[in-house]
């Protein structure tokens, strides 16, 4: 039995901060190699996803953001049109996207823009993309779009983004699924917040609940 075992302060709502994303079509949202949300509208309607999240600096921010495209032609409506894309974060602790992050298109198209004879050229994901020790300094800065080149709809305008940037590759209508990455070493805000990591490892100061043994007092030799 651990001796002077400290008492476990379970984070609350209150250490939390809130995740605003909205992209143009869709994406999924590592934190620190985890993944914590994912836009649950593949196309249409544009829709901000707003989520609480549990930080912990330095915090490596993974985003797989999707442009709605046909896998083979690279173009939406039923292969009339070619599709734009766009992406856009704000955390509760500052964290904004802007040309700082990185990207990586894995997928673009209609090649060429040829729309005559449209066809998409990919790359394999890289595996463990999203980790917090993958080696990004390959990946090109990102490229900062304004909301006119974007075009977002209206939900975007009900939720905080003030001081973040529309981000992308350097095409934002060709190239139809973006890989981006940033570290944030220090809160923005500047406010000190507790690190939660390694609490399932922790073992606690009293009894685990459900645990029958534990609640049970001692019985005397007499006890039957």
């Given at each position: 039995m651990m001796a002077n075992a400290e008492p476990i302060r379970k984070p609350t709502i209150a250490d939390t901060i809130r995740a605003n994303v909205y992209a143009d079509?869709?994406?999924k949202l590592y934190i620190n190699g985890e993944l914590v949300a994912v836009d649950s509208i593949a196309f249409v309607p544009h829709n901000v996803v707003s989520v609480d999240i549990l930080p912990a600096y330095p915090m490596t921010i993974a985003v797989m953001a999707i442009d709605n495209a046909d896998p083979k032609t690279g173009m939406e409506y039923a292969n009339t049109n070619i599709g734009d894309g766009g992406f856009i974060l704000k955390f509760g602790d500052g964290t904004v996207t802007n040309a700082t992050w990185?990207?990586?298109?894995?997928?673009?198209g209609p090649v060429g823009g040829d729309t005559?004879?449209?066809r998409v050229e990919s790359l394999p994901v890289p595996d463990n993309w999203f980790a917090v020790d993958f080696d990004d300094s390959s990946w090109s800065r990102a490229?900062?779009?304004?909301?006119?080149e974007v075009g977002p709809k209206e939900p975007f305008y009900e939720h905080d983004f003030k001081g973040a940037?529309?981000?992308?590759s350097d095409d934002v209508k060709l190239d139809n699924v973006v890989l981006f990455r940033t570290v944030i070493q220090t809160p923005p805000d500047g406010k000190s917040r507790p690190d939660f990591r390694g609490l399932t490892d922790t073992v606690p100061a009293s009894p685990r609940r459900g645990d029958r043994n534990s609640q049970r007092p001692p019985r005397s030799p007499e006890t039957p």
């Open positions: 079509n869709s994406f990185k990207a990586k298109k894995i997928s673009w005559e004879n449209p490229k900062e779009y304004t909301e006119e940037k529309f981000i992308w």
